[in-house]
Each structure stands twice: as structure tokens, then as C-alpha cells.
């Protein structure tokens, strides 16, 4: 019943279909889904395990600022 992988199937901003969707790890190591709209360059994070919930833009700095850490 996992719902991971098929967030965003339409850009929340512009309802465009045109995305780009990028696997990703945050600085914290939280695997992401980063998808990018072509049409209006809108940007949304989500959760690649779990409920895939989106992220806010803030929480997502938040947790690649950890990243400075890395020697
Ligand atoms: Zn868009």
C-alpha cells in the first residue's frame, strides 16, 4: 500500500505534467524525491520512503545544512 515513488504526478503549483523528478539523499541522509516543473521552475521535495509526504523548502535547508559536518 506504499504510496513512494508516485508523488507529484502534477506540479502543485502550475498543475503542469512536465517534471523532472530526482532521487536524492539530504544532508541528514533522508532519501528524497526532488521534482522540478519545466513549465514554471517550481521545485517540491518528498519523502522516496515512508508515507512519501512532501517537505517544506525551509526543512529541507534545514536538513542539508548538515552537510557543512562533512569532513
Ligand atoms: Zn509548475
Redesign the pocket.
Known sequence: MSTAGQQAER?A??G?QSLTRLRMTLGDGLPVVFVS?H??E?KAWFRAEGDGSALTREDVIARSGRRDRKA
Open positions: 506540479c503549483e502550475c503542469g516543473c513549465t514554471c517550481g
